[in-house]
């Protein structure tokens, strides 16, 4: 079954066809960051119109590069939210109208199911996994007792991991999305510079705004020259993974599942994939996306309409929402 999957809910415009939810023929993605960065964050108004510009050129390439023709695909579809309203109504109304054109059926995407399907593209996972969802918007664990059964476990009460890291980047004087290159900076420093703590919250919360606070008080006692970047994006780095992981190991052990993956931007994170990795010496079955899946693309749109589309009787009817 090849279905072409579109993606616009934030700030990449992305178009790609999958076959039978695994194995992608094609995944463009055009990404807006640089016209974001000079505001330090996404403008709604400014990406939904810059999704329009790119979306027609994003969805032909994706043609092109599958060696696909519009006939052939079997169904289209796109996320549906949670997201910015304007950017979601670009890819909902464009997959929408090629089923109509092509007489396909429509198929409707939440975005957060779909970053967790991203780790069935190119793998042989399957369910019952927890998944660790950490990205821009969102930082929940799930458990995904099958295809179409994902339930939250835990979720942040405050600020979402992806949010933090560009935060603390931007104390750091790093353009917006700081994430990237804050884990490039950890890489070089000591991770028991600093010692930051953990916030202490219920099984199913987490909280970061105290590590956000703790951090920016260490870099309020120096001047921006003697900043101790790579130290500080280290101990911050440690500090987040610890977290995360412990709370995943937690419900694993809970929930007696030992299969355990990684979603969202932040699971391109190199500490917490390298913790991941790390698990498998202790008998855990750890995945985690191939990076180029971890952040917003539409291969996980397609990889999602497969396994766990939005259910209801007239997709068609489905309208964007924003939050979950
Ligand atoms: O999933 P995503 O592309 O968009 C949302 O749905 O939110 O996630 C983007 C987030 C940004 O906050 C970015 O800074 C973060 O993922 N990110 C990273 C890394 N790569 C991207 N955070 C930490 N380490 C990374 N290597
Ligand atoms: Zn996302």
Do not use: W
């Amino acid at each position: 079954m090849l279905i072409l999957g579109i993606e616009s809910s934030c700030d990449e415009t992305s178009a790609a066809i999958v076959k039978d939810g695994r194995e992608v023929l094609s995944n463009i993605v055009s990404t807006q960051i640089d016209i974001h960065k000079k505001f330090g964050g996404v403008v709604p108004e400014v990406a939904a119109r810059e999704h329009l510009n790119s979306i027609n050129l994003v969805v032909k390439e994706a043609f092109e590069k599958a060696n696909v023709k519009p006939d052939m695909i079997d169904a289209f579809a796109s996320t549906v939210g949670p997201g910015l309203l304007g950017c979601l109504l670009v890819g909902l109304n464009v997959s929408k109208t090629l089923s109509i054109i092509y007489n396909k059926p429509f198929i409707g995407v939440n975005h957060l199911n779909a970053h967790v399907d991203a780790n069935f593209i190119d793998s042989d996972l399957v369910p019952p996994f927890i998944c660790l969802l950490v990205s821009g918007g969102h930082s929940q664990i799930i458990y995904v007792k099958d295809y179409g059964s994902q339930q939250i476990l835990a979720q942040t009460l405050d600020d979402a991991v992806g949010e933090v890291y560009d935060k603390v980047a931007r104390l750091c004087n790093i353009p917006y999305p700081g994430g990237v290159m804050l884990d490039k900076m950890a890489r070089l420093g000591a991770r028991d510079a600093f010692c930051f703590p953990e916030a202490k919250v219920k099984e199913d919360e987490f909280s970061f705004s105290g590590l956000k606070t703790a951090v920016l008080r260490q870099v309020q006692k120096f001047n921006q020259d003697d900043l101790p970047k790579n130290d500080i994006a280290a101990s911050f780095q440690e500090t987040i993974s610890k977290t995360l992981i412990k709370k995943l190991l937690y419900f694993s052990k809970k929930l007696n599942c030992k299969t355990l993956a990684l979603a969202g931007g932040v699971a391109a994170n190199s500490r917490l994939r390298e913790r991941m990795e790390e698990l498998k010496n202790q008998g855990y079955k750890t995945y985690a996306p191939i990076l180029k899946y971890c952040t917003d693309n539409a291969a996980m749109v397609a990889s999602c309409a497969y396994f766990n589309p939005i259910k209801t009787d007239d997709p068609l009817l489905l309208e964007a929402f924003s939050r979950d």
